[in-house]
DNA sequence: GGGTGTACATCTCAGATACA
DNA sequence: TGTATCTGAGATGTACACCC
């Protein structure tokens, strides 16, 4: 490593072969742990849509044969490198006569396509066209307490139409703000703070689950971005870290877990942390798994206990019936999740918090529940998670059973409306350890969530019956020790947390497992991320791995600036750019370069502006570096 | 046949600007 | 003041064409 010391190594391990519960180890945080990992309220973004010629399959497809086709070219596999593009060329139009957006232009020229696609690859990075977003969700900042207030009022506009009469239209807005000032300075801090509350439920109500797609970008660029942070922290701190994160993969958010450790030293030449430590694997990378292990499971387990409850379209849930695999602690996250449910039906239109105030609950009984919808052997409703264990299941029959016998809409159990001072807004509530804080499902995304579990199950149904042979090989593992090499982990032999069963449970058990991916490279769209952060790649030093395929790219990127700013002021005329470049497209040796963007700014500016305007300083494609990192 | 240079399209990001 | 949109800069993939 040529100036600091940076490693990220990755790998993974399959929850079907988690250590149990009880193991050996014994000093893990038992199930459940708490909430650390709180919902995030979202927006999605747009997203764009990458015009490229070929579909993510075929770029897959595409993609594996690179190494074999680049083996030839450099003479380390038998054979020329253009027969075997042609060779695949041909199995490429056998497997597929269509490319992106459905566009078919025709069997030769898909061919040509496919060969020149190879032949690119030895000179471009590689991977996808489209840089990485950095790691962030657009968080909508939705309406102002002052601004649903004045909404509310019914004279405001008038009097805004009032006040703005005469008065030139760029001053509409301070007229506005001026009176909404004035409105909001009148009303008394109680009736403000009930309108903060409310502005705070609309901000939430216009956040919806994170898509899926930015997810599993984020994730996949977590590696890089997490490198390039610590790097840059690093420079400007002097320090050094080493990190160790857990989370889903982003291949298969449901399959194994994915660990990272990442560390990144100022020094040169500083020894790695795992080969520093003694018994690094023993004593800091084996409890980490471990306990990341049960992070990673009781993070999916929250993410999955609602679908163990129905929930109809106007949000009431419903309780399935007990399962035998579930534990005192699964029961509790659903009836925790239940009740939460139940609240947040009840609070809907004076909700000020969406999960239920435990503690005060406990206190004030009366304030939140009539005490006869219990059953007469429980005496007061607690936290589930601090009922006892016979309570528990008492609890949960009785409100099945009122369920199944009560054909109507009626609720078995329903909560008051507390008074203002018993319901606290949500900022001044502490959330209690060790409960269950998943936030109730609002009524509007319950068709869509319900829509995916149906689809899923009906998919499962069918699946179960043709793997549940291997599924039961390598649950029933006799001696406990996991055979299947890591890498080979299929689909068959992964425990799926969600609905991959009928009827679900929640327990999951078995050992770690480590994959370790041998000589990987970093995936360019890393690398597009990192330099995405231009701090950190200006204060970067690449490591080794990037000199033979970078090289080439920062010669052409270095030569295409100078021509750029050299060059494009010629052109003032955009028609004769099109001109020279219809010209260009029969006939090569075209001089003038750079993008059409820049073009359309030389030709806007007048020649003198051209001739004294000194280009703009860039960061030199010469100097971009390729920033590698090695996984174990 | 393989290597290389180039134009262009298109992406992300950040800052500027417009608008209510 | 908050939000949406526009714009410039930098980066990268694709296609083409030429050179050795």
């Known amino acids: 490593m040529s100036a600091t010391t940076r490693k990220v190594v990755e790998f993974q391990w399959d929850l079907a072969v988690l ?24 927006q999605s973004f747009p997203l764009k849509i990458m015009k490229t010629c070929f579909t993510k399959e075929q770029e897959i497809w595409l993609r594996e044969r690179i190494p074999e086709y680049l083996g030839r070219i450099d003479h380390i596999i038998e054979g020329k490198g253009q027969d075997y593009a042609e060779e695949q060329a041909n199995i490429f139009v056998g497997k597929w006569t269509e490319l992106r957006d459905g566009k078919s232009p025709g069997i030769d020229v898909i061919k040509a396509k496919v060969v020149r696609w190879l032949k690119n690859s ?26 649903l207030y004045v909404e509310s009022l019914e004279d405001f506009d008038s009097e ?4 703005r009469e005469g008065l030139p239209t760029k001053a509409n807005v301070s007229v506005w703000n001026q009176l909404r000032a004035e409105r909001w300075q009148e009303l008394p801090s109680q009736d403000q703070k009930i309108w903060k509350d409310r502005a705070e439920v609309a901000r939430r109500e216009l956040r919806g689950p994170v898509p899926e797609d930015i997810l ?12 390039t942070v610590l790097s840059s922290y690093s420079k400007q701190t002097g320090y050094s870290f080493f990190l160790l994160c857990v989370g889903p993969n982003p291949q298969d958010p449901d399959g194994p877990a994915r660990v990272l450790t990442i560390q990144h030293c100022g020094l040169e030449s500083a020894p790695e942390f795992s080969s520093f430590h003694p018994a690094y694997e023993e004593g800091v990378k084996n409890v980490w798994t471990q306990y990341a292990c049960h992070l990673e499971e009781t993070r999916r387990q929250r993410e999955s206990v609602t679908d ?30 239940y009740f939460d449910q139940l609240w947040y039906i009840a609070n809907e239109k004076e909700i000020s918090q969406r999960t239920i105030p435990w503690e005060q609950l406990t206190t004030q009984p009366e ?28 609890l949960y029959e009785h409100l099945q059973k009122c369920q199944q016998s009560d054909s109507s809409a009626t609720l078995p159990f329903a909560f008051k409306v507390p008074s203002p001072s018993i319901n606290p807004s949500p900022k001044n509530r502490m959330p209690e350890p060790g409960v269950n804080c998943i936030s109730p499902i609002r009524p509007s995304v319950i068709a869509q969530k319900k829509a995916k579990i149906t689809l899923s199950l009906e998919d499962d149904r069918h699946q179960d019956y043709t793997e549940e042979g291997d599924r039961a090989i390598v649950e029933t593992d006799s001696d406990g020790e996991e055979e299947l090499p890591a890498s080979s982990v299929s689909p068959s032999n992964e425990l799926n947390m969600e609905m991959n069963n009928p009827t679900p449970s929640i327990s999951s058990v078995s050992k770690l497992t480590d994959l370790h991916t041998e000589n990987q490279v970093e995936p360019v769209a890393e690398v597009n991320l990192r330099r995405s952060l231009r701090h950190a790649k200006d204060t ?33 005329n955009e028609n004769d750019i099109t001109e020279e470049h219809q010209a260009k497209k029969s006939k090569r040796g075209h001089k003038v370069k750079g993008s059409t963007q820049v073009k359309a700014k030389k030709a806007a500016q007048t020649s003198a502006e051209t001739a004294i305007t000194a280009p703009k300083a860039r960061n030199s494609a010469h100097n971009a570096q390729r920033y590698w990192y090695y996984v174990e």
């Open 216 to 227: 599993s970008r984020n994730r996949h660029a977590l590696p890089t971005s997490l490198q």
């Open 19 to 42: 250590p149990p519960q009880r193991s050996h180890h014994g000093d893990y945080v038992p199930f459940p742990l708490p909430l650390l990992f709180p919902s995030h309220p979202i």
């Open 308 to 337: 163990f409850i129905d929930i109809n379209a106007d949000g009431i849930p419903k309780l399935k019936p007990l399962c035998r695999e579930w534990t005192f602690a699964n029961i509790a996250d659903i009836l925790t999740t």
């Open 122 to 147: 030895r000179t471009k990075v590689g991977g996808t066209k489209a840089a990485v977003p950095l790691l962030k969700i657009p968080e909508s900042r939705g309406p102002t307490a002052n601004q």
């Open 160 to 163: 805004y139409q009032r006040r």
């Open 367 to 394: 304030s939140f529940y009539e005490v006869t919808d219990l059953p007469s052997a429980i005496p007061a409703l607690i936290s589930p998670h601090k009922m006892p264990h016979w309570q528990l299941f008492l």
């Open 540 to 572: 970067e030093t690449p490591t080794v791995g990037d000199i033979s395929m970078a090289s080439a790219n920062s010669r052409k990127r270095k030569a295409n600036q100078v021509d750029v700013t050299a060059e494009a002021n010629i052109n003032d």
